[in-house]
């Protein structure tokens, strides 16, 4: 819809596409936040399907960063897909998260705080994108994995008190 009216109308668009964005704040139903709350109130990470499912996640400031270059230096008419090349899967995300808040060990310690549920009914196996033209602009995420996701645990422990 968007290109024609630009075409017809000299509408002036640029069109951006994310990948999952994460960080301080996030709504609470999306699969970081959820899992952190959940941990947190000592409850397992559900799950859903077999949990090989991938994801590529990007933390919110260096959203802010891609949508200032793309405002300084992108063109009309363009799209630009903004993500990074870390793909992560929601068994391994969970891992990692319960390593950190439950502090465990071993694997049998970490594996007691998940659960696995039926799937949804659509659940996409892989979120990627290439971002290539984002790159050619200069831009780079800056916040590495590690970083974004052991802030975004402190900030949801000092925004909801647990």
């Known amino acids: ?24 704040h996030q709504y609470p139903e999306k699969v970081i936040p959820k899992f952190i ?23 919110a400031s260096d959203v802010v960063d891609a949508l200032l270059i793309i405002l300084k230096l992108g063109k009309v008419g363009d799209i630009y897909n903004i993500g990074t090349n870390f793909e992560i899967s929601v068994t391994q995300l969970a891992k990692e998260l319960i390593q950190m808040i439950q502090n465990t060990s071993s694997d049998t310690e970490t594996e007691h705080w998940m659960c696995y549920v039926n799937d949804r009914p659509i ?27 052991e802030k975004t645990s402190m900030s949801h422990t000092v925004y909801t008190g647990v």
Do not use: A
Not at 37 to 59: A, D, E, V
């Open 1 to 24: 819809m968007i290109n024609p009216n630009f075409i017809s109308l000299q509408f002036p668009v640029i069109i951006t596409r994310f990948s999952n964005v994460y960080g301080p």
């Open 37 to 59: 709350s959940l941990l947190q109130q000592n409850r397992k990470c559900c799950i859903h399907g077999s949990g090989i499912q991938t994801r590529s996640f990007l933390y």
């Open 123 to 149: 659940n996409d196996l892989r979120y990627m994108m290439k971002s290539e033209k984002m790159h050619s602009l200069g831009w780079r995420p800056k916040v590495q994995w590690k970083e974004g996701i």
